[in-house]
């Protein structure tokens, strides 16, 4: 169950990144071809954007991995997994504003902030947890909660010239 859980949480985490393939490091998809803002400033806003988004995946990995391995089943454990995954989350919502992103990205970054902070939220009231079948209540919720975060990475990564995120 923790494990279910698990994989909710890290589906959709707001800072998920991929590595482009050959073909789309060599090419520029119509739906995020140039516009009126200059390749340049969307390129460092990419490289930043992703900066950020594997640090904070590597430190979520290692979370949710051992949620999954050494710390299946243990309530203490768990909870300190996922107050540290919170903790994570909004360590990229601190570092986004930061970002110089194009004006059309800016609004999509912002309503990102917003929602993976309430995700962050409930993923720290799920670390709050007094008993692993109170734990698994929050499945159901924190999956709902990852749907906008998911939305809302997309829609920057595709405006930032970025493949989507992998949710494998």
Do not use: K, W
């Amino acid at each position: 169950m923790v494990a279910t859980l698990v994989g909710a949480v890290l589906l959709a985490t707001g800072c998920a990144t991929v590595q482009p393939t050959s073909a789309q490091r060599h090419s520029t998809p119509a739906a995020v071809a140039p516009t009126a803002e200059s390749s340049p400033v969307r390129s460092a806003a990419a490289a930043r954007y992703l900066a950020i988004a594997d640090a904070g995946n590597r430190r979520l990995d290692t979370d949710f991995d051992r949620l999954t391995g050494p710390d299946r089943g243990s309530l203490p454990a768990a909870r300190a997994d996922l107050r540290d995954a919170a903790a994570t989350e909004r360590r990229f919502d601190r570092s986004l504003p930061a970002i110089a992103l194009p004006s059309a990205t800016e609004a999509v970054a912002h309503t990102l902030f917003t929602v993976n902070e309430a995700r962050a939220a409930l993923t720290t009231e799920a670390a709050s947890s007094t008993g692993l079948p109170q734990l698994h209540v929050y499945e159901q919720r924190l999956s709902a909660a990852n749907r906008p975060v998911e939305q809302a990475v997309t829609t920057i990564r595709s405006q930032l010239g970025l493949p989507p995120p992998d949710t494998s």
